[in-house]
């Protein structure tokens, strides 16, 4: 299993273009979250998904869309890149009502705007 | 609002010694805590978590304690090594209705272990 992947690893964009970034999971998880990290405040959760065809609004969600059209992907869109959103996004997947709570983490995508 | 908080943002410690790593939350509706580690470029990895019926749990070096009354939680690591130097995440959620799965991260702090 590759587990949680995440594309690309880093990405410069200009203020106002748009980009997709990817997540993709192996491991058959109902549920899949954005979460953005940023210095002194944590992670904090962008979007969240509890399968195929939902998607909800998390802590951040202003600026950035999702969709889930299939179990294994969760792209996260932003529509038009601002410097605010210079960080360091992380995308996440956890079997559902999984009674550990244990989520599993892919290795981030660094992007700055400039 | 800050929901959980890690007010030490770096901790220095010898190797062999006790690493304890503190958290605050003030939500009463969290019921499951969780400690994450993250080395840098690659993302947060499960460490030990606990839930709110219970006050203690071990695993291996790692311990984690949850206080209820206090809203307090601590990590402890016993014998800390160098491989533990990491940055430490607790989080925290409520595993009931619409709030299932979604994960509320303390700020995080940074775990050095000197040989």
């Known amino acids: 299993n590759a587990g949680v992947t995440q594309t690309p690893k880093f990405q410069v964009l200009k203020t106002g273009q748009s980009m997709t970034l990817q997540c993709a999971q192996d491991m058959n998880h109902e549920y899949m979250s954005w979460y953005r990290q940023d210095p002194g405040m944590g992670l904090r959760l962008i979007h969240y998904s509890v399968g195929a065809g939902i998607t909800d609004q998390g802590e951040v969600p202003n600026g950035y869309n999702v969709s889930r059209s299939t179990t294994e992907d969760f792209p996260l869109r932003l529509l038009s890149a601002a410097p605010s959103q210079t960080s360091v996004y992380f995308c996440?997947?956890?079997?559902?009502?999984?009674?550990?709570?244990?989520?599993?983490f892919g290795p981030g995508t660094r992007l700055l705007v400039l | 609002d800050q929901q959980v908080k890690q007010n030490s943002p770096s901790l220095s410690v010898q190797e062999g010694r006790i690493s304890i790593l503190n958290c605050d939350y003030t939500n009463s509706m969290f019921d499951y805590f969780l400690w994450y580690k993250k080395y840098p470029a690659e993302g947060p990895t499960f460490l030990i978590s606990i839930s709110s019926i219970k006050d203690k749990n071990e695993d291996g070096r790692f311990t984690v304690f949850l206080n209820k009354s206090a809203k307090h939680l601590s990590l402890h690591i016993v014998p800390s090594q160098p491989g533990d130097s990491a940055v430490y995440f607790c989080?925290?959620?409520?595993?009931?209705?619409?709030?299932?799965?979604?994960?509320?991260f303390g700020q995080g702090t940074i775990l050095t272990v000197h040989p």
């Open positions: 989080a925290a959620s409520r595993t009931g209705g619409t709030s299932y799965g979604k994960l509320t």
């Open positions: 996440a997947s956890r079997k559902y009502r999984d009674s550990q709570e244990t989520q599993y």
